[in-house]
């Protein structure tokens, strides 16, 4: 597997060919992930939202970090990842524009409120929802992209008798145990390298 950076233009792709990512932000040292939905447009992320934590945590601090990524198999993929910052889209006439240009990107999508706008029920009593819209702007992002290369053969860890080497150590250990087996056979007082090849040669029984 070979892992390469993506350009800007094709990590920009990436977020424009998606939806889905993890949103990241952090009151103080803690820092806070949670799975929606954005549509990217023109250097911005647009989503939609209620009050709750991760609101009240970026307006706190407009810091966060966007992970979204194309996942084929642990040997291939696309990920970006995106730092920038949060910005309300606030129900008043300056933003009046740019709440109905996010409303028009949003609801390309089907049913595209409802991850954000559903009942929700937390420790026994309902959230009271209230809509927020909002964009992270001021996008630096860095994309990596994971490409399955040529099948690496995985190194054979056997010892192998033809090819390392050490079969001449090991053949030459082998016949000096049995050469000394065979002395070890040879009747006393005899030398056995004589006496074996008398013996080979029918000249003693
Ligand atoms: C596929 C998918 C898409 C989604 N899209 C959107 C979207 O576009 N917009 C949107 O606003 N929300 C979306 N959500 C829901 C989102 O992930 C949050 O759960 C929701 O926004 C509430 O977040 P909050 O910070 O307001 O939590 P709060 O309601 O304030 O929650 C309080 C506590 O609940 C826990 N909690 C919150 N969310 C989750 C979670 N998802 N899983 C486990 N624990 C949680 C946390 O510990 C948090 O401290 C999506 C969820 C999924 C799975």
């Not at 964009?135 to 994309?143: D, E, K, N, P, S």
Request: with cysteine; charged share 25%.
């Amino acid at each position: 597997m070979l892992i390469q950076e993506l350009t800007r233009l094709a990590s920009l792709d990436l977020l424009a060919r998606t939806r889905f990512g993890r949103l990241a932000c952090a009151q103080g040292t803690q820092p806070y992930v949670v799975p929606f939905y954005f549509v990217y447009d023109n250097d911005c992320l647009y989503s939609f939202s209620t009050v709750g934590q991760k609101i009240e945590w970026m307006r706190a601090n407009p810091l966060v970090c966007v992970e979204a990524d194309e996942v084929v198999s642990p040997e291939q993929w696309m990920s970006v990842i995106v730092f920038g910052r949060y910005e309300e889209l606030l129900d008043t006439p300056e933003y009046q524009g740019v709440r109905a240009f996010a409303h028009t990107l949003l609801k390309r999508h089907a049913v595209w409120w409802e991850p954000a706008y559903a009942k929700t029920i937390l420790h026994r009593t309902e959230r009271p929802l209230v809509p927020v819209v909002y964009r992270i702007h001021g996008l630096q992002i860095t994309g990596h992209r994971a490409i399955p290369d040529q099948p690496v053969t995985p190194p054979d860890t056997r010892l192998s008798m033809t090819d390392s080497g050490e079969d001449c150590w090991l053949q030459s250990l082998l016949r000096q145990v049995r050469g000394k087996r065979k002395q070890s056979r040879a009747p006393a007082g005899r030398r056995p390298l004589l006496w074996a090849r008398r013996r080979a040669s029918g000249r003693i029984a």
